[in-house]
């Protein structure tokens, strides 16, 4: 049994599954994108997080942990230099899945992992406030004044003397 063991095997050994993903990080923050299957990405996902967060560190402890995990020493500089900084102001979920659909050869479900590019813009409650009310006004008028012509035109409709009509007589079939 599996108790208390973490992650994914993925029908792979040890050796295999790290080198794998490795390989896989690698490329992620290579190409800033990659699709893989559900399961890798959702673990992958994980791993790539934690990268992120050593980017945001900084230290030369981070570099190290983060050169000894990622194959390329190019993408260690890209993850330092131009990743991590882009995400500085964000406290976490720096990746996303995309769910793409299944595999044409063997159905697996293929999904779509990669860096999240907006940027976090905290607003304060006071300014959405009162936005929220300056654009409610216009809406809540408009809506009056449509109301109180549809009910005018509503009255001019039942003053005019037109007779009711049979749905059955507009299709030609009556019912026996």
Excluded: W
Aim: proline share 4%; hydrophobic share 40%.
């Amino acid at each position: 049994m599996r108790h208390a063991k973490a992650g994914r095997r993925l029908g792979r050994t040890t050796s295999h599954r790290t080198a794998m993903f490795r390989n896989m990080v690698t490329s992620l923050f290579q190409h800033e994108k990659i699709t893989t299957t559900d399961s890798k990405a959702k673990e992958l996902k994980v791993i790539a997080e934690k990268m992120i967060t050593l980017g945001k560190r900084g230290d030369l402890h981070a570099v190290r942990q983060a050169a000894a995990y990622i194959r390329d020493k190019k993408v260690v500089t890209k993850l330092f230099e131009t990743i991590a900084p882009r995400f500085s102001a964000r406290p976490g979920g720096y990746t996303r899945i995309i769910k793409i659909g299944a595999r044409l050869g063997d159905n697996a479900p293929v999904a779509i992992l990669e860096l999240v590019e907006e940027e976090v813009q905290r607003k304060s409650p006071k300014k959405k406030q009162v936005i929220d009310q300056l654009s409610v006004a216009p809406i809540v008028a408009a809506v009056q004044v449509a109301s109180t012509e549809s009910k005018s035109e509503t009255a001019e409709l039942a003053e005019t003397d037109s007779p009711a009509v049979d749905p059955a007589d507009q299709c030609g079939v009556k019912a026996d």
